[in-house]
T-cell receptor, first 112, second 110 residues
């Protein structure tokens, strides 16, 4: 298996623009997680899905952030409008329920 | 909030065993202890997990105290490539929220 695949690996955009990050989980996994990592705040859980259903989005910082999982093999994290403070590395991870997490390589976002 | 506490940083001499402690005093009966590590800017990587018995795999050993309130990850012969941030987390088999704390930054010194 190719593992968890994230795209883009790097994104540089200007404040106010829409950003869409994509994730393809490992086939067969039924849990999907989005994390954000910064030096100041560490690895923060934004949202997670079980069987494509959002279970807990309490970590989503504000309404500018939204996440969807239209099917078992694809998820998006959207930021609209983006702000400089959104600059971070965004990780997607997948697992079987209760099992170990497998992380993607991350999407490094820079908002100017 | 993370349910575990770990030292902020540790040093270990290359070739020696690295012993990384973790406290999880509020762990519940159905929660496992998991360890991950993050090398530089890569995504965290699973190392090992356990419920109450000690566990060993090709990467490390996990020692869990009898009361399950703490554990120790052991890297038997640390190499420079083991320099990373190590995260200890607890995870229920029935509740999927996985919170990472700040972890322990391990530096392996030549």
């Amino acid at each position: 298996d190719a593992g968890v695949i994230q795209s883009p690996r790097h994104e540089v955009t200007e404040m106010g623009q829409e950003v869409t990050l994509r994730c393809k989980p490992i086939s067969g996994h039924n849990s999907l997680f989005w994390y954000r990592q910064t030096m100041m705040r560490g690895l923060e859980l934004l949202i997670y899905f079980n069987n494509n259903v959002p279970i807990d989005d309490s970590g989503m910082p504000e309404d500018r952030f939204s996440a969807k999982m239209p099917n078992a093999s694809f998820s998006t994290l959207k930021i609209q409008p983006s702000e400089p403070r959104d600059s971070a590395v965004y990780f997607c991870a997948s697992s079987y329920v209760g099992g170990e997490l497998f992380f993607g390589e991350g999407s490094r976002l820079t908002v100017l | 909030d993370a349910k575990t506490t770990q030292p902020t940083s540790m040093d270990c001499a290359e070739g020696r065993a690295a012993n990384l402690p973790c406290n999880h005093s509020t762990i519940s009966g159905n929660e496992y202890v998991y360890w991950y590590r993050q090398i530089h800017s890569q995504g965290p990587q699973y190392i090992i997990h356990g419920l109450k018995n000690n566990e060993t795999n090709e990467m490390a050993s996990l020692i869990i105290t009898e009361d399950r309130k703490s554990s120790t990850l052991i890297l038997p012969h640390a190499t420079l490539r083991d320099t990373a941030v190590y995260y200890c987390i607890v995870r229920s088999t029935s509740y999927d929220k996985v919170i990472f704390g700040p972890g322990t930054s391990l530096s392996v010194i030549p």
